[in-house]
């Protein structure tokens, strides 16, 4: 029997997290679960799986959380400091972090930190701070495992028994930054080209086209 922390459980991949977890609850049991601010939905996820800890990163909802569970067992926290509670609870064996965005970074640095088994489901942590993420693992032997799209598709590949045969891996994307260059425009771009927003996405006027790709 594993036990799981889910940080981000209302969001889509925490919820289909759970959902796989509750088909195989004789091999996992869920001890903690946190979210930013649903707490409507993390009440009835706390009520069918009575983790022991759980969190609310918006501190105003904490006393109405508080209020509509009194009756378990389970104990609340609020605020960043009470995702990282929950984060680093010391019964877990592995932690999952779908919280999405820079939100995810310093609950994913005090995991780490304990040399637990992460399963990442956010990008922007590793985007921000890589390196570092990188180094602390290093250190403290931690493993991460990738759990979201592209991620995962390459653990799967590098972790394959054919990886011998791999010379390099494509990334392809359907959006994204640079959506809407064409594609003999790429080799012109360059980092401080990205200066303008267009459409919501930072691109350089003189590489957009009217055209289709």
Same mark, same amino acid.
């Given at each position: 029997?594993?036990?799981?922390?889910?940080? +981000?459980?209302? +969001?889509?991949?925490?919820?289909?997290?759970?959902?796989?977890?509750?088909?195989?609850?004789?091999?996992?049991?869920?001890?903690?679960?946190?979210?930013?601010?649903?707490? =409507?939905?993390?009440?009835?996820?706390? =009520?069918?799986?009575?983790?022991?800890?759980? %969190?609310?990163k918006e501190k105003t909802k904490f006393d109405i959380l508080k209020k509509r569970i009194n009756r378990t067992n389970t104990k609340l926290f609020s605020g960043l400091e009470g995702i990282i509670r929950v984060a680093t609870? =010391?019964?877990?064996?592995?932690?999952?972090? %779908?919280?999405?965005g820079s939100s995810a970074l310093m609950p994913l640095l005090e995991v780490i930190k304990l040399s637990k088994k992460? %399963?990442? %489901?956010?990008?922007?942590s590793l985007v921000m701070a890589g390196e570092l993420i990188t180094s602390l693992m290093r250190e403290t032997n931690s493993q991460i495992i990738p759990i979201d799209s592209e991620h995962s598709a390459i653990f799967q590949c590098l972790d394959s028994s054919v990886t011998k045969g791999i010379k390099k891996l494509i990334i392809t994307g359907?959006? +994204?930054?640079?959506? +809407?260059?064409?594609?003999?425009?790429?080799?012109?771009?360059k980092p401080e080209d990205a200066s303008i927003i267009r459409s919501g996405r930072w691109?350089?006027?003189?590489?957009?086209?009217?055209?289709p790709l």
């Open positions: 029997m594993k036990n799981i922390v889910v940080l +981000g459980s209302t +969001g889509s991949i925490g919820t289909k997290t759970l959902e796989v977890i509750s088909r195989l609850s004789e091999q996992f049991r869920i001890v903690g679960l946190s979210c930013d601010s649903n707490i =409507e939905l993390l009440i009835k996820q706390i =009520e069918i799986f009575k983790p022991d800890v759980a %969190a609310v609870y =010391e019964e877990s064996d592995i932690v999952v972090v %779908a919280i999405a992460v %399963a990442l %489901a956010n990008k922007e359907s959006g +994204g930054p640079l959506d +809407g260059i064409l594609r003999r425009n790429f080799q012109k771009i691109v350089k006027k003189s590489l957009l086209t009217p055209q």
